[in-house]
């Protein structure tokens, strides 16, 4: 562990069937260069849902000038992504059973909706306040599939050498759609400049009308954005290439309840789990609502919106970068150890049930 060399027994795949077959079929692998149209259009819908999630937190203040919002609306509105994980099984069965078009496809339809229901211009504002709402919770539903299907679009379509670095992007864009918003709400919607200046002399409030139309126009671009990217979606997003990239790629799936049940039940599983979940539960909440959190120290929404888009871009750089270090580097004979995981993987089929 930390900066030394692994140990043998951390290199252990995390399931191991009971007995001791790792012999497989020879298979005939191939990469296609369409792989990185379907990592793009991945990508930019995950940076779409990152955006999504992270409108209303940089421009708090201008919100509650425009709509009413509370900070209680601005924290719930963020909370919405996180409580759109809770079925996150029904979604992740999906993706095991149906593949990765499906899955997208849904999570798609889910970000459209949502977008379509906060960008409708009904001007009673109790109405219109949980038709924002339910659009939010709509761009939550997604983001099981957009935050989790990375590892698994990459081990479908792209070598191994290749993988982790495909994860990596893929896994990322959210985040940067996150970072996106921190600028990109403050300089196109106008704060209301009801606070006192440096030199004590309190500035003229902006129109709500000014602000709200500012912030409408925001959502209907977000909304022709998503309905373009979700159109190429549906238009091809296959769920595999005709030949499997690897071994791992063509190996026969598991059954889902019981590796579900193995994993659970697996202690390293559940200490990867934690590692990777409390820091970025602390962080996405940190981050949504960053503005709120700077404004009693006077610190302005295009101020705070540049402080939370460079401590993003800053994590998604580091963390591409260390994605694509070569994995025989970081892992002397990783090749040989990628093929010994896949035909444990193949091996493992024999708990599966008739029918699944």
């Known amino acids: 562990m930390g900066a030394g060399r692994s140990s043998e027994a951390e290199r252990q795949p995390l399931m191991i069937p009971a007995n001791g077959e790792t012999h497989t079929l020879p298979v005939h692998s191939r990469v296609y260069k369409r792989r990185w149209l379907v990592l793009m259009l991945f990508c930019l819908l995950g940076l779409l849902q990152g955006m999504v999630w992270n409108f209303w937190g940089p421009i708090q203040v201008s919100a509650g000038h425009a709509y009413g919002f509370t900070k209680s609306d601005i924290a719930l509105l963020v909370l919405w992504s996180p409580l759109g994980f809770i079925p996150f099984f029904l979604f992740m069965w999906l993706m095991d059973k149906k593949g990765l078009r499906a899955s997208l496809l849904l999570s798609g339809f889910f970000m459209l909706l949502g977008a379509i229901l906060r960008s409708l211009p009904f001007t009673e504002q109790r109405l219109r306040r949980w038709l924002i709402h339910g659009g939010q919770l709509m761009n939550g539903l997604a983001g099981p599939t957009i935050m989790s299907a ?12 290749q993988r982790a670095t495909a994860t990596a992007v893929a896994s990322l864009f959210a985040h940067l759609g996150g970072a996106a918003s921190f600028v990109i709400g403050p300089l196109i919607v106008p704060s209301p400049n009801n606070t006192e200046t440096g030199t004590g002399v309190f500035e003229a409030a902006l129109p709500d009308n000014t602000i709200r139309s500012r912030i409408q126009m925001v959502m209907y671009t977000e909304l022709a954005a998503i309905a373009v990217i979700y159109a190429a979606v549906v238009l091809y997003f296959p769920s595999r290439p005709p030949i499997p990239p690897s071994v791992a790629a063509a190996s026969q799936r598991l059954n889902y309840r019981s590796s579900m049940w193995r994993l659970f039940r697996n202690h390293r599983f559940l200490m990867l789990a934690l590692a990777y979940a409390v820091p970025m539960g602390v962080m996405s909440g940190w981050a949504g609502v960053l503005d709120m959190l700077l404004t009693p120290a006077k610190v302005n929404q295009v101020d705070a919106g540049w402080i939370g888009f460079w401590s993003s871009v800053g994590g998604c750089v580091f963390g591409v970068a260390m994605a694509s270090h070569p994995l025989h580097l970081l892992h002397p ?11 444990f993987l193949r091996t493992l089929h024999r708990d599966r049930v008739p029918g699944s």
């Open 150 to 161: 990375g590892p698994f679009l990459s081990t479908t379509w792209f070598a191994p050498d």
């Open 333 to 343: 004979g990783g090749h040989l150890h990628e093929q010994q995981c896949a035909n």
